[in-house]
């Protein structure tokens, strides 16, 4: 089983629609928790971080952590053509100093 | 803040020569991170760095890898004969020293053995 997984495809969606991603996460014992937004051709910049179990908003960002079924999501609402990238979930598990990354889930946001 | 830089941008290479990549964190961060992405998936952790301690290295490395930081401040990454399997975005992050770390990423190297 990976440490984080993230398995749908790439996601499209209409401008101003919301779009939802979700995260899995093999570790209990994980503590913190990432987003992070890569355009193509270029390096992961963090957008996101929960620690706690509940919502946590950032302007038109929410990521959502429920620690109990170990699932992690971001909503992005009024989704603009920016928002288009790829999506990287990742996961600091207890006792871990790194990172663990899912695979990444392209969005696209069709005008 | 300067943020991370990572030199080369690019390298092209033949299969079996040696290349060395480097790494300037963010200057007020301790640790320093290797990370590794091919295309399609997310970044895979190589090693990491504490001041001038190498911490940790992935099972997952190779004995060709080799990463130093040796005055605590920038590292370097070789790696030796390389293999068309090497062909990858070879990323560095960096962090301060607390519980819950986010990393913040250069603009990576992209390897191309041939």
């Known amino acids: 089983q990976k440490e984080v997984e993230q398995n749908s495809g790439p996601l499209s969606v209409p401008e101003g629609a919301i779009a939802s991603l979700n995260c899995t996460y093999s570790d209990r014992g994980s503590q913190s928790f990432f987003w992070y937004r890569q355009y193509s051709g270029k390096s992961p910049e963090l957008i996101m971080f929960i620690y706690s179990n509940g919502d946590k908003e950032d302007g038109r960002f929410t990521a959502q952590l429920n620690k109990a079924s170990q699932y992690v999501s971001l909503l992005i609402r009024d989704s603009q053509p920016s928002d288009s990238a790829t999506y990287l979930c990742?996961?600091?598990?207890?006792?871990?100093?790194?990172?663990?990354f899912g695979k990444g889930n392209q969005v696209v946001v069709i005008p | 803040d300067t943020g991370v830089s990572q030199d080369p941008r690019h390298k092209i290479t033949k299969r079996g020569q040696n290349v060395t990549f480097r790494c300037d964190p963010i200057s007020e961060h301790n640790r320093l991170y290797w990370y590794r992405q091919t295309l399609g998936q997310g970044p895979e952790f190589l090693t990491y760095f504490q001041n001038e301690a190498q911490l940790e290295k992935s099972r997952l490395l190779s004995d060709r890898f080799s990463a130093e930081r040796p005055k605590g401040s920038f590292s370097t990454l070789e790696i030796q004969r390389t293999e068309q399997g090497d062909s990858a975005m070879y990323l560095c992050?960096?962090?301060?020293?607390?519980?819950?770390?986010?990393?913040?990423f250069g603009s990576g190297t992209q390897l191309s053995v041939l």
């Open positions: 990742a996961v600091n598990s207890h006792g871990n100093n790194r990172l663990a």
């Open positions: 992050a960096s962090s301060r020293t607390e519980t819950n770390e986010k990393l913040f």
